[in-house]
């Protein structure tokens, strides 16, 4: 019997919350979008953190799609040196009808340096801007960092096609093709040569990256080049 009166009690208390709870939140959305905003907006810039936090809570209970909101948002995390909860709105304060190539790069470059290589993924997948040398090179690079180097050949290689030549091209290009020799049990000898020639290319264009020297080297004593491996080797020491 008590534990009948216990659920009985849970189960009634539960359907008063969400009574309650769409009510209130029936009536905030009865209200002008635009002034919720604005006054998000507002409660931002006067830093009244505790109150914008609210507000914010409640436009996205109500208004879920609220692209402007999340923007809002985004600005305020960044505000507080939380990156990764400012890109995690930055993510959702784009309209996917509306998003051009131009609009969504900045978050898909902000992605990329702070390593989120999954979400760089996920955006450019959902927007679909294939062709472009840069969509293409942060493709491949994330997915080289993801560990599918096939695909990120393919993607590398558009990007080089397509004119993209910077230092990282050719490091990403260079991990994916003596990653996939090593995994071919060293069957590959052509893609180890690969591997050497985009390596020494993203070293002639960025010879200070600790990252190609070590993979140069790497590749250099694999194919028993030691002479120059041992110039790579005192660089790294020096």
């Known amino acids: 019997l008590c534990a009948a009166v216990i659920s009985a009690s849970i189960f009634f208390s539960r359907r008063v919350y969400v009574f309650y709870n769409s ?87 902000k992605l990329y340096n702070a390593e989120m290589y999954g979400d760089v993924i996920g955006e450019l997948r959902k927007h679909e801007f294939s062709g472009s040398p840069e969509f293409e090179f942060y493709y491949g690079a994330s997915m080289c960092e993801q560990g599918d180097y096939d695909s990120a050949l393919k993607h590398l290689n558009a990007a080089a096609n397509n004119g993209y030549n910077e230092a990282d091209l050719y490091y990403y290009r260079a991990l994916s093709y003596y990653s996939l020799f090593e995994k071919s049990k060293l069957t590959k000898k052509d893609y180890l040569a690969a591997a050497e020639m985009n390596a020494e290319a993203s070293f002639i264009k960025r010879g200070d990256d600790i990252l190609c020297k070590k993979l140069l080297l790497n590749i250099y004593n694999t194919q028993g080049k030691y002479e120059q491996a041992g110039k790579i080797s005192r660089d790294l020491l020096n």
């Not at 919720?36 to 830093?47: F, I, M, N, R, S």
């Not at 009244?48 to 208004?63: A, G, H, T």
């Not at 609220?66 to 304060?93: C, I, R, T």
């Open 23 to 109: 009510m209130y939140y029936g009536e905030f959305r009865k209200g002008n979008y635009d002034q919720y905003v604005q006054k998000a907006a507002e409660l931002l810039k006067t830093g009244e953190k505790k109150e914008f936090e609210q507000l914010i809570d409640k436009i996205f209970v109500s208004y879920p799609h609220s692209f402007e909101v999340h923007k809002l948002a985004a600005e305020y995390y960044f505000s507080l040196d939380e990156n990764e909860k400012g890109l995690s709105e930055l993510m959702q304060s784009f309209d996917p009808s509306k998003t051009t190539f131009q609009d969504i790069m900045p978050l898909v470059r």
